[in-house]
């Protein structure tokens, strides 16, 4: 391959741009994981990452992709043939509901189009039928990163308690912790689960569970087969800052610098961050004419915008023009919208001058693959940031 002058522009929903102070701040030795410097990394670490996901409870961190800690999630607070809830709300939501029926639970899917967030009237419903309290949890993916739609988790956890229902509440935020205004105590989520590679503007490699008291009491009388994943092992010796077997060591530092970077930042600032890129974002789709996948205004990720291809055009392709010529990745489509849709990520260590030139290459992709759209998204994106600072 010849060598490509200026930097790749990763706008795809996650992996997310690593940026230089948490890559110095990975550059350094391994250190021995049951000496005293680790003690006092893991300890800090752990205290302190708990403020991203508002909570006061434990944060348990594994060496592990996002879908190792939903395998967690589920394992370590369900027994085979426990009834669980999930909403289709897209491709992720399909994958953890196809997990929890490889494990052994009964998953009940409450369907949608792809196009909007979780239902929570439909979960309120099927909870006040189920008089016999067979479902022992409901999973909803925050941010559905297949098609860019959000799920209000407050309205979920109230539709539980107007039911009355006993039900854990399990929520996945690997593409939303972050980047879109989350709380896991004030919501009263059981078991909230995160990743690195995405909002937390980290390389991929570490995985999360926040539990609460009511899940951990959970997993007491919970009879999956859980190991490596067992949250038990991992509280224990969590209390004293180190880890039942080898931690990522090195993303460890990446993770204090990355709190450290989104806590001077200021959350609320970081969230409202997201806010106006995604904005901006969807004020260019809709200037080029192009339709945005969530038709839900009020579901509208922050984080992601997948947009659709006109009929007989092939989001693939247009990526691959974007990518050869203008040295950017753009997210794929995902299951059922294969070739339909391309996302772009608007997530992580992102300003204005970094959507802008993002929301450029796309236009010019656009142009260059040949893909019918009105010129002027990107002004349209550039006229809303500079009005709005
Ligand atoms: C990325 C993602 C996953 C999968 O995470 P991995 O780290 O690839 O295992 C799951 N759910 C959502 C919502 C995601 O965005």
Redesign the pocket.
């Known amino acids: 391959m010849p060598h490509t002058a200026g930097r790749h522009f990763l706008q795809i929903p996650?992996p997310t741009n690593v940026p230089d102070r948490i890559l110095r701040a990975i550059d350094r030795p391994t250190i021995d994981h049951r000496g005293p410097e680790f003690g006092r990394l893991g300890a800090e670490v752990l205290d302190r990452v708990r403020a991203v996901f508002k909570t006061a409870q434990p944060v348990v961190i594994f060496p592990a992709?996002?879908?190792g800690a939903w395998e967690a999630a589920l394992v370590n607070t369900l027994s085979p043939g426990d009834r669980v809830l999930m909403c289709e709300t897209g491709w992720?939501a399909t994958l953890w509901q196809e997990m929890a029926g490889r494990l052994g639970l009964l998953p009940e899917f409450i369907r949608t189009d792809w196009r909007r967030g979780a239902d929570a009237a439909a979960i309120e419903a099927r909870l006040r039928e189920d008089k016999a309290r067979a479902i022992r949890a409901v999973c909803v993916?925050h941010?559905?990163?297949s098609t860019g739609a959000a799920s209000d988790i407050a309205a979920v956890r109230r539709a539980i308690d107007a039911a009355g229902h006993p039900a854990l509440l399990m929520v996945?935020t690997?593409?939303s912790l972050a980047s879109i205004d989350y709380r896991h105590d004030e919501w009263g989520v059981d078991v909230t689960v995160a990743?690195s590679?995405?909002g937390l503007m980290l390389p991929?490699g570490l995985s999360f569970n926040a539990v609460s008291a009511k899940a951990v009491a959970a997993g007491k009388a919970a009879r999956l087969a859980r190991s490596y994943w067992d949250w038990g092992a991992q509280l224990g010796v969590n209390k004293t800052g180190y880890f039942p077997y080898t931690p990522s060591t090195n993303l460890l530092y990446g993770l204090r610098e990355a709190v450290d970077m989104l806590i001077e930042e200021g959350l609320e600032n970081v969230f409202a961050r997201h806010d106006r890129h995604a904005e901006a974002t969807r004020r260019a789709v809709r200037a080029w004419g192009l339709e945005i996948q969530c038709a839900e205004p009020t579901h509208y990720s922050s984080s992601l915008t997948a947009v659709r291809l006109p009929e007989g055009h092939d989001a693939d392709a247009f990526r691959a023009t974007t990518l050869a010529r203008f040295n950017m990745s753009l997210g794929n489509g995902l299951g059922q919208l294969k070739g339909r849709v391309f996302r772009i990520g608007h997530l992580g260590d992102f300003n204005d001058l970094m959507l802008m030139a993002t929301l450029s290459g796309v236009e010019m992709g656009l142009r260059a693959a040949g893909v019918p759209h009105k010129a002027g998204g990107a002004q349209a994106a550039l006229d809303y940031l500079a009005g709005n600072a």
């Open positions: 996650g992709s996002g879908t992720f993916v941010n559905e990163t996945d690997i593409s990743g590679q995405k991929p």
